[in-house]
């Protein structure tokens, strides 16, 4: 496997909606409002804000990704998951059968997700080029480490390939904290 660096990135607490619910929650014929890009393209950071209203507490000011996707989605850290009172499954993007139910709040209503909350399992993006080189496939499941003032090796992380991605990986929060991951990210590599 190559050494080869990538930039590990802070995935933080978001939210993904459906065209419907972004107007259920801002109002009829409410789009995202465009902030700034995110690294994967065409992934931005929206103007709008949600609050995930859980059974023991509100997690306010919450960010909407866009664009918009065809299921609503929450996206916390465990820590997130105490702090609402609400348990949820670690998971991949996108696979919601199952995932915890959540409810939540915008200017203009409230709307209850019967499935959706998640623990973002992490991964590593990457084009079929970099996989490739990485000599990894995807779906695969490798270690990464960090090589941070509090170096760790992150084990079960997902591959996932697409020629749309840009090369970087997310972690959560709490795994961002744990391993001394600040805003600007750090560095990674995958370990044999």
Do not use: W
């Not at 949600?50 to 996206?75: C, D, H, M």
């Amino acid at each position: 496997m190559s050494e080869k660096t990538f930039l590990v990135e802070v995935s933080a607490r978001h939210v993904h909606l459906t065209d419907k619910d972004v107007e259920r929650l801002f109002g009829e014929g409410r789009t995202l409002t465009y902030v700034r890009d995110l690294s994967q393209p065409g992934q931005f950071v929206s103007e709008e804000r949600v609050s995930i209203v859980g059974p023991k507490r509100t997690l306010a000011n919450v960010v909407i990704l866009g664009p918009t996707r065809p299921e609503s989605q929450v996206e916390v850290s465990l820590t997130d998951c105490f702090t609402l009172g609400q348990v949820a499954p670690v998971r991949e993007s996108g696979d919601l059968e199952g995932s915890a139910p959540i409810v939540l709040e915008g200017p203009c209503g409230q709307i209850t997700l019967d499935k959706g909350l998640i623990v973002a399992k992490r991964h590593v993006h990457m084009t079929p080029e970099d996989a490739e080189e990485f000599g990894v496939t995807d779906k695969e499941i490798v270690k990464v480490r960090v090589d941070t003032e509090r170096p760790v090796i992150f084990d079960d992380v997902v591959v996932r390939v697409s020629p749309k991605y840009a090369l970087a990986m997310h972690v959560d929060t709490d795994e961002a904290n744990a391993a001394l991951i600040g805003r600007a990210g750090c560095q990674g590599y995958i370990v044999k």
